[in-house]
């Protein structure tokens, strides 16, 4: 099956500025998370959608970030404005509903200047 | 507090060697735990879970709820398993939600 596709796979902007990511789940994967992963850290949950709604985004630094998935199916994630701090690779990940395997995608890496 | 640690950054091993890395957790309530891996320039793909008990490509890992660990080891190591490893955990019914460890670099040398 295809896998979890992201896009850009790069982005570096300057602070203040803001930045999208795409993100295109397995078909059929009811389930999207978005994770962030700073540089010697583990990923971090973001948010996660369940079709179209939110199941939670209680780590989302919802002051700059914000998140959607019309029709359930794609997603964007979206900062501004951007912090140094932001700096990472932001993970969108998939999944069946209720399903244990959890699918990545390649990540997005973001530099923040 | 939820947390995973892994206190090994790096553990390097030759070919052959048994390999164990190391992972510790703290969760309040009934935990699922799983071992993560991303081998260099791919996708961070699920390697096991605690719940199934099998073993792939060599590696197994047993939760002891008692000392709150779920290490993972292999008896001999092989040079495709060099790799970043992350133990994670999830609360039962999500196990998307997880909370993942810092990683441990696994180098094996010939």
């Known amino acids: 099956e295809a896998g979890v596709a992201q896009s850009p796979r790069y982005k570096i902007i300057e602070k203040r500025q803001s930045v999208a990511f795409w993100c295109n789940p397995i078909s059929g994967h009811a389930t999207l998370y978005w994770y962030q992963q700073i540089l010697g850290q583990g990923p971090k949950l973001l948010i996660q959608?369940?079709?179209?709604?939110?199941?939670?985004d209680s780590q989302l630094p919802k002051d700059r970030f914000s998140a959607e998935r019309l029709k359930g199916v794609d997603s964007t994630l979206k900062i501004q404005p951007a912090k140094l701090e932001d700096s990472a690779v932001y993970l969108c990940?998939?999944?069946?509903?209720?399903?244990?395997?959890?699918?990545f995608g390649q990540g997005t890496r973001l530099t923040v200047v | 507090a939820q947390r995973v640690t892994q206190p090994e950054k790096l553990l390097s091993v030759f070919k052959g060697a048994p390999v164990e890395l190391k992972c510790n957790y703290s969760y309040s309530g009934s935990p699922e735990l799983f071992w993560y891996v991303q081998y260099s320039r791919q996708r961070l793909q699920l390697l096991l879970r605690?719940?199934s008990r099998e073993s792939i490509k060599g590696f197994t890992a047993d939760l002891n709820k008692g000392e709150t660990s779920f290490h993972l080891k292999k008896p001999f190591a092989q040079e495709e398993d060099s790799a970043m490893y992350y133990c994670?955990?999830?609360?039962?019914?999500?196990?998307?939600?997880?909370?993942f460890g810092q990683g441990t670099t696994l180098q094996v040398k010939p």
């Open positions: 959608f369940q079709n179209n709604g939110v199941v939670d």
């Open positions: 994670a955990l999830s609360g039962l019914g999500n196990t998307g939600k997880l909370i």
């Open positions: 605690h719940i």
């Open positions: 990940a998939s999944s069946h509903l209720r399903e244990i395997k959890v699918f």
